[in-house]
C-alpha cells in the first residue's frame, strides 16, 4: 500500500515539474534522486547493510559509540530488527542531560568524532543524522565516566570516492591552518563547487572563510545570506547540478554536515573542537592513503602538527575579531568627533 502511494505521490510531483522546466530550471534529476532514496528505504535489506558498514567503520571508537546490532533471524526486505537499547536521551534536550548527569562537552566530543570518522576516513555519509537519530545514555560499564552515543536509522547513506574523500581531507587540511595557501584550496574547492569555490570552505567551517582569499566585502555579503559580487543565481544552480552529476554526492555531505552542526550547537558545542575532530580525520585518512609514508610515531606527530595549527588559526580570529572591533570603535569615535566639529 505505502510503495503505490509514494507512486503516485511522485507521479504529481512529475507533473508539477514539467510545468516547471519551460522556465529552464530542471528538477527532474532532484525528484529522481529523492525518488531513488525513498523508493531504497522501502527495502530493509539496504538498511541492514548500512547499518552494518556503520558498525564496522566506527569499530575503533567503540564501546564509547554504538550502533545497535542487527537481529539477522528477523531481517528481511520488509523488516529491520536490531537489539533493543534502553535508556535514550536526545541530545537537544538539556533538561534530560543534566538530569543523568551528562556532559555535553563530551557528548559533542563524541559527536564530533564520530561522524567525522564516517565522512573522511570512510566516505560514508549518514543521511539524516538529526536529533531523533542521535541519542545518549549513561555509558552502561561500570567504571566508565564517559557517556555513550547511539547511532541510528541507517536507510539512506550517500557515499564519497576514494579520490573525492582523499580531495576533501586535503581541503580540510589546507583550509585549517592561519597560512593556508590559497590556490590549492581553490583548486580543491572548484573541484567540488565549481563557480561557488570561494564559499565552499566557508560551508564546511566559518573559520575557513579566509582560506580562498575572499575579502572582507564578500565575506560580509556572504555571512548576511547575499552572494558576493560576481556569483549569480545561475552559478548557484549549475554548480548543483554539477555536484549532482558528480561521482560523490557532495550535497548529501553538505546537508549532513549541516544537521550535525545543529546536533553540536545543540550542544553549545565550539567550532573549534569541530574543527579538530575534522582536521585530525583528515591527517588520518591521507596517512592512510600513503600506506608506508606515516606510520606509528610519524603519524603521531603528523596529528600534533595539525592540531597545532587549529590553535593557531583560532588564535588568529580571536585577535583579528578584537582588531575588526577596535577599528571599529575608532571609526565611530572618529565620525562623532567630525560631527562634533561640525556644528
Known amino acids: ?3 503505490e502511494q509514494i507512486a503516485a505521490d ?3 510531483m512529475n507533473m508539477m515539474q514539467s510545468m516547471v522546466a519551460p522556465t529552464g530550471y530542471d528538477f527532474s534529476w532532484l525528484l529522481e534522486d529523492l525518488q531513488k532514496y525513498v523508493t531504497s528505504e522501502l527495502d530493509f535489506t539496504t538498511e541492514a547493510k548500512n547499518t552494518q558498514a556503520a558498525s564496522d567503520a566506527l569499530q575503533s571508537l567503540a564501546p564509547h559509540i554504538l550502533v545497535p546490532p542487527l537481529v539477522p533471524s528477523l ?11 534502553t535508556g535514550l536521551t536526545r541530545l537537544d534536550k538539556p533538561e534530560s542531560l543534566k538530569a543523568q548527569r551528562l556532559d555535553p562537552t563530551q557528548l559533542g566530543d563524541l559527536c564530533a568524532a564520530m561522524f567525522c570518522e564516517l565522512w573522511l576516513v570512510h566516505g560514508l555519509v549518514h543521511g539524516d543524522p538529526h536529533a531523533g537519530n542521535v541519542y545518549c545514555r549513561p555509558h552502561p560499564s561500570a567504571g566508565s565516566s564517559k557517556p555513550q552515543v547511539i547511532l541510528l536509522d541507517h536507510g539512506l547513506y550517500h557515499r564519497l570516492t576514494p579520490a573525492d574523500k582523499l580531495n576533501m581531507c586535503e581541503l580540510v587540511l589546507c583550509a585549517a591552518t592561519p597560512w593556508p595557501s590559497t590556490a590549492k584550496v581553490s583548486r580543491l574547492a572548484k573541484h567540488f563547487a565549481g563557480a561557488l569555490a570561494p564559499l565552499f570552505p566557508a560551508l564546511i567551517s566559518p573559520a575557513f572563510a579566509f582560506s580562498t582569499g575572499m575579502s572582507l566585502r564578500q565575506l560580509r555579503a556572504a555571512s548576511e545570506g547575499r552572494l558576493p559580487a560576481g556569483t549569480t543565481l545561475d552559478d548557484v544552480w549549475q554548480t548543483l547540478v554539477a555536484m549532482h552529476n558528480g561521482e560523490s554526492d557532495v550535497i548529501g555531505l553538505l546537508h549532513s554536515m549541516g544537521y550535525v552542526r545543529g546536533l553540536l550547537n545543540a550542544l553549545n558545542y565550539a567550532e573549534k573542537p569541530r574543527v579538530m575532530a575534522l582536521t585530525r580525520c583528515a591527517a588520518r585518512a ?3 592513503s600513503r600506506h608506508t609514508v606515516l606510520k606509528g610515531p610519524r603519524l603521531a606527530v603528523s596529528l600534533q602538527l595539525a592540531v597545532l595549527r587549529v590553535h593557531l588559526l583560532f588564535a588568529m580570529l580571536f585577535w583579528l575579531r578584537i582588531l575588526l572591533r577596535c577599528l571599529d570603535a575608532l571609526c565611530n569615535a572618529i565620525l562623532a568627533i567630525a560631527t562634533i566639529v561640525r556644528r
Not at 75 to 85: A, D, G, K, Q, V
Open 1 to 3: 500500500m505505502l510503495r
Open 286 to 288: 591521507v596517512a592512510d
Open 10 to 12: 511522485f507521479e504529481v
Open 75 to 85: 531481517c528481511s526486505p520488509r523488516t529491520l530488527c536490531t537489539e533493543f537499547i
